[in-house]
């Protein structure tokens, strides 16, 4: 789109930011619906189904990688209108996320119930948890592959059409959950189980779809069966892939290690940080969306030898965001009981999540700006920075903060919630320092 490296940005930045964040409010609802329906299951299950998920983020860390790679890559060539590259950076993807996801599937079928707990879940917790780990991860070749062609249609400005799978997948698994949770007719109830079930389902719908259209000629990427793998590109992709790999992994370490020193607080923190972690993300959705847009409106302005056009488009979006995330921080601290009452209808989690909302939401604002600064610096393919940043504000500052301050300052699980803040900021003045330096503008793919 022209808008993107020409003309208004304002407008630019909207129409590629608005689908995306349509589409990832979209997936959030469904997370929710699926956090209401497994809710009905008891606290149990949702402990299960929580730590299973950050399991998931930590096992998919390699996938992550690869698809932000992606992003790099096409945009910067797209706006440098090489159209041939675009075209093999997309064929390339694909393969690394075919092979690195059977890879990955093998490793979360054999050993989920074991992650579980070594977490330090409950057997029952555990157990609950693997039924919904295993189904998951049988299904994720197409889960990946779905994500990569989506990542490649908006990184070439085509934002509408991964909305539209986003939608058909969500409505789809919205009424596929009740169904398989519960059973009816003839259909087994499958529990916890079923919520996966779902999702494996819907997701291999839309890839289907998604795959179809990009072999149809009709979208902006002349893919081809036939383009010739190149190793050397391969390692272009890997390149680029690694560091970003290594910071969701260091991100999702840092997750799990929280979820396990939540975790000495009792099922009912648990159960607690898992809402709250669901409500966090929903909230964090919209931002995610301007973020993927700021990465794919540097890339194709890096492209373009227009770097100034690129730096403009990141300040508007950490306007945007950080407006939108001192929105949310304030409705998450008035309405904190009644929200984390409507996923846990026994009680049993509410005076911890609220304690959690009304402490940490205020900062919001902080995370809401480091997002945005990350992903520039990513979508300029400099993806070393952002893993330093993660590496010690996170995972080296915040962590173990969050072991020694609910004893040293006596105030439980509320120290933990203070550590969380302060890796907040921490991440967000390291990412300033390092986008305000400017190497990123000169980083080569």
Request: charged share 10%; aromatic share 10%.
């Amino acid at each position: 789109m022209s808008e993107l490296t020409e003309g208004d940005l304002f407008r630019g930045l909207i129409t590629i930011a608005a689908p995306i964040v349509a589409g990832n409010v979209l997936q959030s609802g469904l997370e929710l619906v699926d956090l209401f329906f497994v809710g009905r299951l008891g606290s149990e299950a949702i402990a299960g189904v929580a730590m299973s998920t950050s399991i998931v983020m930590v096992l998919m860390t390699i996938i992550i990688g690869i698809v932000t790679a992606n992003t790099a890559f096409v945009s910067r060539y797209y706006g440098a209108k090489n159209y041939d590259m675009v075209a093999k950076g997309v064929s390339h993807t694909l393969i690394l996320g075919l092979v690195f996801s059977i890879l990955l599937s093998v490793v979360g079928i054999l050993y989920a119930e074991d992650m579980l707990l070594l977490l330090g879940a409950e057997p029952n917790v555990a157990l609950l948890g693997a039924s919904y780990l295993t189904v998951l991860f049988t299904g994720s070749v197409t889960l990946v592959e779905l994500w990569v062609i989506n990542s490649s249609f908006q990184s070439c400005g085509d934002a509408t059409t991964p909305m539209l799978l986003v939608v058909l997948a969500n409505i789809l698994n919205i009424a596929l959950d009740p169904l398989l949770i519960f059973g009816y007719g003839v259909v087994p109830a499958c529990g916890v189980a079923g919520a996966a079930y779902a999702t494996i389902i819907s997701r291999s719908v839309a890839f289907a779809i998604a795959f179809a259209l990009l072999l149809s000629g009709r979208s902006p990427i002349p893919f081809s069966f036939r383009t010739k793998f190149e190793f050397s590109l391969a390692w272009r992709l890997i390149r680029v892939a690694v560091p970003n790999s290594v910071q969701s992994g260091l991100r999702s370490v840092t997750f799990l290690a929280m979820m396990a020193i939540v975790a000495v607080f009792g099922t009912a923190a648990l159960s607690a940080y898992g809402i709250v972690g669901r409500l966090e993300l929903v909230a964090l959705m919209p931002g995610f969306g301007i973020a993927t847009a700021t990465a794919v409106i540097v890339g194709q302005n890096l492209g373009a030898k227009k770097p100034e056009r690129a730096e403009a488009g990141v300040r508007l979006s950490a306007l945007m965001n950080g407006g939108f995330m001192a929105l949310m921080g304030a409705i998450f601290y008035l309405a904190a009981p009644a929200i984390v009452e409507v996923f846990d209808p026994s009680g049993a989690s509410t005076e911890i999540g609220v304690s959690y909302l009304q402490t940490v939401a205020p900062f919001y604002v902080f995370i809401a700006v480091a997002i945005i600064l990350g992903f520039a610096l990513n979508g300029a393919g400099d993806t070393k920075k952002p893993m330093y940043a993660t590496l010690f504000s996170m995972v080296l500052f915040q962590v173990p903060l969050a072991c020694i301050l609910p004893g040293l300052l006596g105030i439980g699980i509320a120290g933990v919630w203070l550590a969380v803040i302060c890796g907040m900021i921490l991440q967000m003045g390291m990412l300033f320092a390092m986008y305000r330096h400017g190497g990123w503008k000169s980083t080569v793919i």
